[in-house]
């Protein structure tokens, strides 16, 4: 099935899941988003997840619901109330990992009980043969919080028997499940009892059943289940039994039989830092508790769609949203498959950063993207690049900060590679050079020569990944490979120019394409396809999660998909865009992964129009707040500044403490978060509470300074009224332009939003209800509270609904303005049309100048102020035209009997 099978939402509606908003409370509020205007929810992972999962993306079966969100019966009501009120469904499905450790998963269980010998070990992308040759034929778990020495004298690993099922297993911490083999069960029961002798000799002689141990294990756990269960005796002969394993606290040497014991299993436990170092499995960037699958394989995709095709064949599911595509080995044959596997037609996005100039592949034969790259387009419209200059002297200053954002990025990545995710660029390095030495021309590039190299080259990509497979590459994989390949011989310098050349040809596949190369095609592809799957988590913990947190010139701009160093974008490249965007694309502009809800960045834009103005605040300020004590570092300041400045709630004032304090323990919660990714002076695995502490006082002592506080808020007036235009600008470009827009949860009023999880506070929902029954005609007051995007909103998708073949099919037709400051285009399909004009850079003062019209319809009427406009000789004054609202949506009307006239 193709994409063209399917016809595109009208817009979506993202819902975050958790067990405190769960299916009844969707199913609750589907009324609600029917009246809005949207035609699909867009839901996030809801399928069985670790128990306590804030966010679903940690699953660990894919044929289940997540029983935190409600039962089977609940799951039914919600779907049900979404079909009766017109409403289809998008799930936000998770191909590339499960979520592992603990004791949740039975499939990693199975994985770490049977070893290679797992029916599952093919699913989990396990490196048996890892360079350390401990953990040859093991699975690493790195889930213990001290080391491990520590925490076995400690007492933190215990054997313990789960009676109901008869299984042996040690727990870490008493959260994460470690299976004894089965075939060392006797080891531990021993022959002190007949009954536990013989269960003992049974277990240890499973090899006899080969080829089905399983099946033989499976009946004498259930034997030794009954025997605990029925006599009292053998339930503490066991209990005795396991507590030979057991030492005296702080005695290591009492422990040694447990210690032997572990040494003999299919995983070694570790403290978690030891992952960067000696993981063995793929991992969800540096995450190990999210475990890498082989989707590619076909049996695991029949098991892990199964659930969902069969939700799509009843009706229940409109549409996926892929997960973190950049993740598997082939996302091409994936897409593909999943269009011939889903049992009807399906809308399918995909979760893909793009980077500049890239464009999604058609071959995936995908809708579109879940739509950064638009976030970002418009956020860059509404910044100034005239005020480029200005903060960058203004960042200088407060922080010292001299280098440029891609050289930041790339001591990031490189950082990234030499500490948490320097276990699988080892592996790497592993494999090319058992691949060198298959061939005597390359023979001699040892692993650490291979090793620096990709070091470089992986620190040289500008985009995520590319996508060479099977078939080789293709024109575009190779621009990138030797845009990389420039990059790394430049920063490699004392690194010999032969082993680039065979990194690149075993990159891109050349080394293998001509018969008799002396490579094997499977060794050098696969490599290749491996090597892919690394070079995106170094993008995205590099930059997105550090480089992003310690470059804070203009945090606006710092968004996923974002390019910090260079600030703004023409009204030119907005049309480009929207000319090259395939209808069925989604338009996101706040998502659960943006750092700064919509709203605080169209407001932060501001501060790129009055530069000086917030130089010369920002330098008040920080006298204002010198302690005796010394303060945070300066860039951490300019952080706090334009946090402040972004996400101030609108109408809170001193005088209310209590929001105020809520106020301030959000800004806390942000910078702490932010001082921790960027890795400077604090970081996740070793807090420096000093440092840390320090921060969190600065926050408090700003809150505290009523002086500071009068001073900001007189400030902060004016970037209100002006960053109210923006949101409005921007909230109308979203609902016009080619694409599907999508609504994250709440922001159809202001999104003032800072990064996870401060943007899953829960939504008022009965604020949203009652603005929506009061919808008027918007007017300049209603900027300030959100009523008016609430209402920008409703409107725009009535008139989508009326008009759907003009916004899924019409074309777009930019108007030229005079000068930088408009952006106006029209849509038309047939006899329908609109006309949109938007102003940015409200700053700027008065608006002059005339809308020059495509055709001279008599009479046009403004679907935001509800006003009837004819226009003049010249078209449409636009001082008359925007003197209430910064945008204005036309459309073509009959002549009404009193209407606003021009000369």
């Known amino acids: 099935m193709s994409k063209a099978d399917c016809p595109p ?8 899941l958790n067990s405190r908003f769960n299916f009844a409370a969707v199913e609750a509020i589907a009324g609600y988003l029917a009246r809005l205007g949207v035609s699909h929810v867009y839901a996030s992972p809801f399928l069985k997840a670790r128990p306590g999962s804030s966010h679903g993306y940690d699953i660990v079966d894919h044929s289940a619901l997540n029983p935190e969100l409600g039962t089977t019966e609940d799951f039914d009501r919600m779907t049900q109330a979404l079909r009766a009120n017109g409403l289809g469904l998008i799930l936000d499905f998770v191909p590339n990992h499960m979520g592992v450790n603990g004791a949740d998963n039975p499939y990693w269980l199975d994985v770490l009980e049977w070893g290679q010998e797992s029916a599952y070990a093919g699913w989990f992308d396990i490196d048996w043969r890892p360079e350390p040759s401990h953990l040859e034929g093991k699975v690493l778990v790195p889930v213990l919080g001290d080391q491990y020495g520590a925490v076995l004298a400690g007492g933190g690993l215990e054997l313990c028997l789960d009676a109901a099922a008869g299984e042996i297993a040690v727990w870490a911490h008493g959260a994460h499940k470690l299976p004894i083999r089965p075939g060392h069960y006797g080891r531990i029961l021993g022959n002190d009892h007949a009954e536990l002798e013989r269960l003992s000799d049974a277990f240890s002689h499973l090899e006899g059943f080969h080829p089905h141990e399983r099946r033989r294990a499976g009946e004498l756990k259930a034997d030794l289940a009954a025997l605990v269960a029925a006599d009292p005796k053998m339930a503490a002969a066991v209990a005795e039994r396991l507590g030979h394993f057991a030492g005296l606290a702080g005695d290591l040497e009492s422990w040694k039989r447990l210690d032997h014991l572990i040494a003999d299993q299919h995983w070694r436990v570790a403290h978690f830092r030891v992952a960067a170092d000696d993981i063995n499995y793929r991992r969800f960037f540096n995450i190990s508790d999210l475990a890498g699958l082989r989707i590619e394989h076909e049996e695991l995709f029949e098991h892990a769609h199964r659930f969902v095709f069969e939700l799509i064949a009843k009706g229940v599911l409109d549409g996926l949203r892929i997960d973190h595509i950049d993740g ?26 793009l980077g500049e100039s890239e464009e999604l592949r058609e071959d995936w034969q995908a809708d579109g993207t879940t739509g950064y790259e638009f976030a970002n387009l418009l956020t860059n419209l509404l910044i100034d690049p005239n005020g480029q200059a200005r903060l960058d002297e203004l960042y200088r200053r407060f922080s010292g900060e001299r280098r440029s954002f891609k050289a930041i990025s790339r001591e990031c990545k490189l950082a990234i590679m030499e500490d948490e995710m320097a276990g699988e660029l080892g592996g790497l390095a592993r494999e090319a050079a058992r691949i060198a030495r298959s061939n005597p021309r390359t023979a001699d590039f040892t692993r650490n020569v291979l090793q620096r190299a990709l070091r470089e080259i992986v620190a040289g990509f500008r985009v995520y990944r590319t996508y060479v497979d099977m078939d080789g590459a293709t024109a575009a994989d190779l621009k990138e490979l030797e845009t990389a390949f420039a990059h790394a011989r430049r920063s490699g310098g004392g690194i010999d120019r032969s082993v680039f050349d065979f990194l690149f040809a075993l990159l891109s596949g050349e080394a293998v394409a001509r018969p008799g190369s002396g490579f ?3 060794d050098v592809l696969g490599f290749a396809m491996r090597f892919q799957q690394y070079t995106g988590p170094i993008m995205a913990k590099g930059v997105e999660d550090t480089a992003f947190y310690r470059y804070n010139r203009f945090i606006a701009a710092n968004e996923v998909g974002g390019h910090p160093g260079h600030l703004g974008a023409s009204v ?54 010198v302690g005796t004590e010394a303060g945070p570092d300066g860039n951490d300041i300019f952080l706090f500044f334009q946090l402040l400045v972004g996400a101030w709630p609108p109408g809170l004032v001193p005088a209310d403490p209590g929001a105020l304090q809520r106020f301030q323990e959000r800004l806390e919660l942000a910078m702490l978060k932010s001082a921790r990714e960027a890795k400077i002076h604090t970081n996740w695995a070793a807090p420096d509470e000093a440092y840390e502490k320090c921060l969190h006082d600065y926050v408090a002592t700003a809150f505290a300074n009523q002086d500071f506080l009068a001073d900001f808020i007189g400030f902060e007036k004016r970037v209100i009224e002006l960053g109210a235009a923006n949101s409005l600008t921007q909230t109308v470009l979203k609902f016009t332009v080619p694409g599907i827009p999508d609504i994250y949860q709440g922001a159809e009023a202001y999104d003032f939003s800072l990064v996870d999880p401060d943007n899953r506070r829960p939504v008022d929902w009965a604020w ?26 409703a409107n725009l998708l009535a008139l989508r609904r009326r008009h759907e073949a003009l916004f899924a099919e019409g074309d777009y037709r930019p108007i030229e303005m005079a000068g930088d400051r408009f952006i106006a285009f029209s849509r038309q399909h047939g006899d329908c049309a609109l006309i949109v004009v938007a102003a940015r850079f409200p700053g700027r ?26 226009p003049g000789k010249e078209g449409i004054d636009l001082a008359m035209l925007l003197a209430e609202l910064p945008a204005a949506v036309l459309v073509p009307q009959t002549p009404p009997a009193i209407r606003h006239s021009q000369p």
């Open 9 to 16: 939402p009208r817009a979506t509606y993202r819902l975050q």
């Open 328 to 353: 598997l080995l082939d996302p091409k044959t994936y897409c593909r498959r999943l269009r011939e596997k889903t049992p009807r037609p399906v809308y399918l996005f995909v979760e893909k950063i």
């Open 520 to 522: 094997s095609r499977q």
């Open 572 to 625: 030119e490249a907005f049309h480009a865009a929207n000319l090259a965007r395939h209808a069925g694309a989604m338009l996101a502009t706040s998502t659960h992964d943006t750092k700064r809800g919509e709203d605080c960045r169209a407001r932060l834009a501001v501060l790129s129009e009055i530069p000086v103005d917030f130089a010369e605040a920002a330098a008040r300020w920080r006298t204002m707040l």
């Open 768 to 793: 949203r209800k009652d603005g929506l029954e009061k919808l008027r005609p918007i007017a300049r007051d209603d900027l300030l509270d959100g009523s008016a995007k609430l209402a920008v909103i």
């Open 845 to 870: 003062g008065p608006i002059d100048g005339f809308l020059p019209l495509p055709h001279h319809d008599p009479v046009y009427g403004d679907i935001l102020s509800g006003r009837q406009i004819t």
